[in-house]
């Protein structure tokens, strides 16, 4: 990882004995995926994102959905969903069950290559304003259209998050000033204006950053 050079990183033997035998087997090794990012929850995996075009999106999936199982695995964990995902190849058919707006939804998706950069597919396939959560922790609801600059309201913010390590909170109003996608820096920056209700409500300008590569994609 470009961003941390100079620091070493130890890989789970379960990752590499899932991946060894593979490029012994010659050529490169593909993995497979369902194409949405996700926030663990205690009953399972909480969409946050559904990539357009990929098997999640054609099977009709929408963020706010819960994952429940994927083949014989119940989505206990994010590391522990991923690793079950290591045994199948793309174009798999696997069947998966998922929660939304109170239904339990049953389906068979077919798994896709998984690609080298999850987020650059994200950013050639969809619109700036709906990466923001993936992206930094944070929902925005716009309150307000304007010729100069949308205004917004902190709808969520995932704890943990870029948006979380920041200080912003539920309900804090904002405008959006610009956002960046350095691909080259592997990199995002968005700057806002925004009055932080854990702040007074004190209007100031914030940027805030997070790196394009993100472990939370399945």
Request: hydrophobic share 45%; aromatic share 6%; charged share 25%.
């Amino acid at each position: 990882i470009e961003q941390f050079e100079g620091i070493n990183f130890a890989i789970p033997s379960e990752w590499m004995l899932a991946s060894i035998p593979r490029l012994y087997a010659g050529g490169a090794v593909s993995y497979a995926w369902l194409g949405v990012a996700v926030v663990p929850r205690p009953d399972g995996l909480e969409v946050i994102y559904v990539v357009p075009g990929e098997p999640a999106d054609r099977a009709g999936m929408e963020p706010g959905a819960v994952i429940r199982r994927i083949g014989a695995s119940a989505t206990k964990s994010l590391s522990a969903t991923q690793a079950a995902l290591l045994d199948y190849v793309p174009n798999t058919l696997v069947p998966v069950e998922w929660d939304y707006e109170g239904e339990r939804v049953r389906g068979v998706i077919g798994l896709s290559p998984r690609p080298d950069l999850p987020m650059d597919v994200v950013l050639d396939r969809d619109i700036p304003m709906r990466i923001i959560e993936p992206l930094f922790g944070m929902r925005l609801q716009r309150t307000e259209r304007s010729l100069l600059a949308d205004r917004y309201i902190v709808e969520r913010v995932i704890p943990g998050s870029v948006a979380d390590e920041a200080g912003l909170s539920v309900m804090d109003p904002l405008r959006i000033q610009e956002l960046t996608i350095d691909r080259e820096e592997r990199v995002a920056v968005l700057r806002i204006v925004v009055r932080k209700r854990k702040a007074g409500f004190i209007e100031r300008t914030v940027q805030i950053g997070a790196y394009l590569e993100s472990d939370s994609f399945l």
